[in-house]
C-alpha cells in the first residue's frame, strides 16, 4: 500500500497538494487505490454499487434508523468533545445518521465504504439531517486497508459490513485504527430466519457467534452486548456489542 495512504486522509490531501475542501473529498485517488489493493473485496462495492436504490429503500423501511435512536438514548456512545469517529461502511447512511441525531458533543466523523453510489446518498442524507452540524467527511475505502494512520481513531462503529469479509481480517484492520482507551461498536448479524433471507439478498455471511465472541475477546474487552427488543426489525437478525481497547 502506498504509504500516503497509511497517514491521516488530511495528511495525505496536504502532502499530494490539496487544500482541506480537496483533502475531505479524496474519493477519486482512493478509488484507484481501493479497487487495485482489493480486487475481492471490490466485488461488494460494485454489487452495492448495482442495488443501492433496493437497499436504500429497505432501509428506509425497516425501521432500523428509530432502533437505533432507542439504543443511543439507552446506550449512549462514550465519547468526549471532538473525539474522532469512524463508521466503516456506512451504505447510504442509516447508522451515521443515527450518531448525528444522538451523539450530544462535538465530534470529528468519518465515514466510508467500498460503493461509491452509496457514499454519495449517504452525503446527500447528511447535507439534510444534521441537527448538530457535526463535521462530517466521506471517503472510499475498504475496511480490510483502511486508508488511516493506527490509533486515528477514538470510537469505530461498523454494522453489516463484517459479513462481507474475514472476520479475524476485519477485527485486526479495526483495532489497528483505535486509538488505546477508545471504543468499538459493532452491530453484528445473529443466526436466524430472518437474517437466512437477507444473506440471500445482500450477499453476505453471517459468522457463527462463537467465532464473533472469541474474536471480539481477542481484540477488545467486551462491555456491552445489547439484544434489541424482539418487536423491532433490527431485533431480528442484529445485536449490538460494545467493546473497549485496551
Ligand atoms: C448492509 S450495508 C450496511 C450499511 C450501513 N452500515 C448500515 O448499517 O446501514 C453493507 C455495506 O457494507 C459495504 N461494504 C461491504 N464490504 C466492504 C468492505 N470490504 N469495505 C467497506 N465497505 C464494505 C457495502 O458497500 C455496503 O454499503
Not at 51 to 72: M, W
Not at 170 to 197: C, D, K, N, Q, W
Amino acid at each position: 500500500m502506498p504509504d500516503v495512504f497509511r497517514t491521516n486522509e488530511l495528511d495525505a490531501g496536504w502532502r499530494l497538494g490539496f487544500n482541506t475542501a480537496d483533502a475531505f473529498n479524496l474519493e477519486i485517488i482512493m478509488a484507484e487505490y481501493v479497487l487495485t489493493a482489493t480486487k475481492t473485496q471490490a466485488r461488494a462495492g460494485s454489487f452495492y454499487d448495482r442495488i443501492e436504490r433496493l437497499y436504500d429503500f429497505t432501509f428506509k423501511v425497516n425501521g432500523y434508523g428509530k432502533s437505533l435512536d432507542q439504543y443511543f438514548e439507552q446506550h449512549p456512545l462514550p465519547v468526549s468533545d471532538n473525539a474522532r469517529v469512524l463508521d466503516a461502511g456506512c451504505g447510504t447512511g442509516t447508522l451515521t445518521l443515527a450518531l448525528l441525531r444522538n451523539l450530544q458533543v462535538p465530534v470529528k466523523l468519518t465515514a466510508i465504504d467500498l460503493s461509491s453510489s452509496v457514499i454519495s446518498t449517504a452525503r446527500k442524507y447528511v447535507a439534510k439531517d444534521n441537527p448538530n452540524e457535526q463535521e462530517v467527511r466521506f471517503a472510499q475505502g475498504n475496511v480490510l486497508a483502511l486508508p488511516f494512520a493506527d490509533e486515528a481513531f477514538d470510537v469505530v462503529v461498523t454494522s453489516g459490513v463484517l459479513e462481507y469479509v474475514p472476520l479475524e481480517e476485519g477485527f485486526t484492520e479495526l483495532a489497528r485504527v483505535i486509538a488505546p482507551g477508545g471504543y468499538f461498536l459493532h452491530l453484528p448479524m445473529r443466526p436466524s430466519v430472518a437474517t437466512r433471507f437477507l444473506e440471500l439478498l445482500f450477499r453476505f455471511k453471517t459468522h457463527p457467534p462463537e467465532e464473533l465472541a472469541e474474536t471480539t475477546d481477542r481484540h477488545f474487552q467486551i462491555v456491552s452486548h445489547y439484544r434489541f427488543p424482539p418487536f423491532q426489525i433490527i431485533g431480528w437478525s442484529k445485536t449490538a456489542v460494545l467493546a473497549h481497547k485496551l
